[in-house]
């Protein structure tokens, strides 16, 4: 954010033909020379101008320095942002992943208590069906013995 802030200057004040060269200087403006050869317009100015940007150029380590600065302070800021979303993100997460688990646990619960009611009812119905067919087979056996 602090490098947007930083070249504003650039992109508000200064046209096209234009170079910004500070809020106290005028701006260089270039002229287009038009190549009658097919080639890509060139852009021209006077040497003063020339010279006056050669100067910039060749002192502009502050503001390379200070606009990496600038940068590397925007990506560190958003990196800790990104980093405390993660984070953030995983505790919710790990929030949701409990309820979870104590659901599962109790329906794990609930599906024990019902396996061990329905493995006593077959119990119970087994031992019936024994004991009904037995009667019947005795009752059986008793009718034909009688005969």
Not at 55 to 74: K, L, N
Not at 125 to 139: D, F, Y
Request: charged fraction near 25%.
């Amino acid at each position: 954010m602090n490098l947007l802030i930083w070249l504003i200057p650039w992109t508000l004040s200064a046209q096209a033909n234009e170079i910004y060269m500070g809020a106290h200087e005028p701006p260089i403006k270039a002229e287009r020379i038009e190549l009658t050869d097919g080639r890509e317009p060139l852009m021209a100015f006077t040497v003063r101008d020339y010279v006056k940007l050669k100067r910039r150029a060749e002192s502009a380590s502050g503001y390379c320095a200070s606009a990496t600065e600038a940068a590397s302070e925007a990506a560190k800021l958003e990196c800790e942002q990104a980093i405390e979303a993660v984070i953030q993100r995983e505790r919710i997460s790990q929030v949701d992943q409990v309820q979870l688990i104590d659901a599962l646990k109790l329906e794990l619960k609930l599906s024990q208590q019902a396996l061990i009611e329905e493995q006593s009812f077959s119990s119970t119905v087994k031992w019936i069906s024994i004991g009904t067919g037995a009667a019947a087979l005795a009752t059986t056996l008793t009718l034909i013995l009688r005969r």
